[in-house]
């Protein structure tokens, strides 16, 4: 059974930092393209950043290019996302989502996915 977990969001003022948490069970992050998507009130998903294993291409929004970075952990099988400079157009819940296409590219939105977490950003 897939299993994806987010935590460490919260509120912060803008240019503040915060690190999302995912730790997963089920999947091999060797085998599935695994990633970060948000979703604000009233507006659709947005796929934030991705990890696709089958040639290592990571993906970052425009949006978020240069402010966030994700990583992984493979031992502790924990995906993470370093959120730097925030603004108050990055509020939005955040959910970690994986797809066992090891070659997506971009980020799945409608994959596995979990609970996620809120991120408010203050101005």
């Known amino acids: 059974e897939v299993q994806l977990q987010a935590s460490g969001g919260g509120l ?3 240019g503040g930092s915060l690190r999302l948490s995912c730790a997963a069970s089920g999947i091999s992050f060797d085998d599935y393209t695994i990633g970060w998507f948000r979703q604000a009130p009233g507006k659709e998903r947005e796929g934030v950043s991705s990890i696709t294993p089958g040639d290592g291409f990571i993906y970052y929004a425009d949006s978020v290019k240069g402010r966030f970075t994700i990583s992984t952990d493979n031992a ?7 959120m730097n400079s925030l603004k ?3 509020t939005a819940v955040y959910y970690c989502a994986a797809d066992p296409n090891p070659w997506y590219h971009t980020v799945p939105l409608f994959g596995y996915s979990g609970q996620g977490t809120q991120v408010t950003v203050s101005s």
């Open 12 to 14: 912060v003022q803008a």
């Open 76 to 82: 502790k099988k924990t995906l993470y996302l370093q």
């Open 88 to 90: 108050p157009e990055d």
